[in-house]
């Protein structure tokens, strides 16, 4: 018997139009109302940016918007800062409101009353977005549990331990930057410039996003698709190209070292030697911002994978004098070569490797620890918000956790105290501190001493310490390792 096909289905063969190109950054923003959320992900102070889009929002004028998004970036054109500065922002939810020793135009308005704040951790925000995009309304998540980010929320247990609910966290736009797009919509993108582009496109209702090239379809193999087109709904050419992120945030250099009563400690490059030779072989280990990122030159060519939350796992930092292929970044900011073997992923797949425990450690800076192991190292008094970055969600994952810091701040303060009198990051769970004085490591409610650096003596340690020490009956010289040439 002979089925007549319905009048109303699309001949399969008949070509549908799904060109979604747009002429410029401008008509592809010229939409965006009044008081719009809107994604934009950047990394970093001003990695893989889609400044093009930033322009053209400013130039559009949108008013009372809400940015969500990792940071602002700093200290450059066509970075999200921009709009702030123009005062077309009423609300912010970030990782990064502020980073030590850049001017924040962020900080300023909040601590006027003109932009309202929400800080996040950077795989909770991830966490957010992946939900929405997801059609999930919440999940409950074991980052920020004992912080006051957890303040007001609800906390569950799960199989004896607490638990905090999150919501989704759906946008209007999200302004993206890739590799090269189709007229599909289709996007391919490069080393770790992935991050955030694909979740923060999922959790949109109108992507656009700006590349380098505009290809046909078909020309970019399906392997090698990064964002699909079915998230995507408007491409255009960049037409905004700073010259080119700079590599990390400009610490101190590597070889310099500070006195404590008139004597010399490690140097910063000799106190990363000492936390790398603490690093199991054939591990896998994530470095944080500032002085743990000098571990990296510990390890090169060794057996210790690195890892970095913006995506990245297997690399090595970029040698002096080699030439940043600037798709290629750590979560510090820095320039990274990939090992064979490496691997580039967006954020989601990150973050599901710093939770699950598959690190094999976590070394990060703080501002204070206490002896009970809590750790301090996102906000310090003064900041309306701080920088939290990946560090709460790595914490979470329960991966060894290895602070690596000079034993006092820059105002000769004791960094190691009794009790946080900063904001907290995680409570009780550093393992080992390193600062560029001595190595200690928790035992139960305390920390033991277990090495001191060359000149110092127990009483010099006891003098700059605000927390009760036990010392080693082993008490042995920290060894000032550099890397090899």
């Known amino acids: 018997m002979r089925v007549d096909r319905p009048a109303h289905r699309p001949d399969i063969n008949q070509k549908i139009n799904m060109d979604k190109i747009f002429p410029s950054p401008e008509a592809a923003v010229a939409d965006i109302p009044d008081g719009a959320t809107i994604a934009i992900a950047s990394f970093g102070v001003g990695h893989s940016n889609p400044g093009s889009l930033v322009v053209a929002l400013k130039n559009h004028g949108a008013d009372d918007l809400c940015i969500v998004g990792n940071s602002l970036g700093a200290g450059g054109e066509y970075r999200a800062e921009m709009l702030v500065e123009n005062k077309q922002v009423s609300r912010l939810i970030l990782s990064f409101s502020a980073r030590p020793g850049i001017p924040s135009i962020a900080e300023d308005q909040v601590a006027g009353g003109t932009v309202k704040l929400e800080m996040v951790p950077q795989g909770i925000l991830v ?8 059609g999930l309304p919440a999940f409950y998540s074991p980052v920020t549990v004992g912080t006051r980010l957890a303040d007001g929320k609800e906390l569950r247990a799960f199989s004896g331990k607490q638990f905090v609910l999150e919501h ?3 946008v209007d736009y999200a302004l993206l930057r890739g590799f090269r797009a189709d007229k599909s919509g289709n996007v391919e993108f490069r080393g770790s410039s992935i991050h955030f582009n694909p979740v923060f496109a999922k959790a949109a209702k109108v992507a656009i996003i700006e590349v380098d090239y505009i290809v046909e379809v078909g020309e970019i193999p399906p392997e090698r698709v990064g964002l699909p087109g079915i998230f995507v709904s408007r491409v255009v050419l960049s037409t905004k190209k700073p010259a080119g992120a700079k590599g990390g945030l400009g ?33 896998y280990v994530n470095l944080g911002s500032g002085l743990p990122t000098l571990v990296a030159s510990h390890v090169v060519s060794s057996e210790i994978t690195l890892h970095a939350e913006n995506g990245a796992l297997g690399y090595d930092l970029l040698g002096e004098g080699e030439s940043p292929d600037y798709d290629f970044f750590d979560a510090a900011g820095n320039f990274i070569a990939m090992r064979p073997g490496g691997s580039v992923f967006d954020s989601v797949v990150s973050f599901e490797v710093a939770r699950s425990g598959k690190l094999s450690a976590v070394l990060l800076g703080a501002y204070q620890v206490a002896q009970n192991g809590d ?37 000769g303060r004791p960094k190691l105290v009794r009790n946080c009198s900063y904001p907290v990051s ?4 550093v393992d080992v501190i390193v600062t560029d004085l001595a190595l200690l490591v928790r035992q139960a409610e305390r920390f033991v001493v277990e090495e001191l650096a060359p000149g110092f003596t127990r009483e010099d340690i006891i003098q700059l310490t605000d927390m009760d020490l036990v010392f080693s009956d082993n008490l042995r010289l920290m060894q000032a390792t550099v890397p090899r040439e």
């Open 426 to 429: 995680a409570r009780a769970r």
């Open 375 to 411: 750790v301090a190292n996102w906000s310090v008094p003064g900041q309306v918000g701080g920088g939290i970055g990946g560090a709460m969600d790595l914490i979470a994952g329960g991966s060894r956790l290895i602070i690596v810091m000079e034993h006092s701040d820059s105002k």
């Open 127 to 134: 966490e957010r977005l992946r939900a929405a995009g997801a």
């Open 251 to 283: 610490r101190r250099a590597p070889d310099s070292r500070r006195e404590y009563l008139g004597k010399p400690a490690l140097s910063r490059l000799e106190l990363a030697g000492r936390a790398a030779a603490l690093l199991p072989r054939g591990g």
């Open 168 to 170: 989704a966290l759906p």
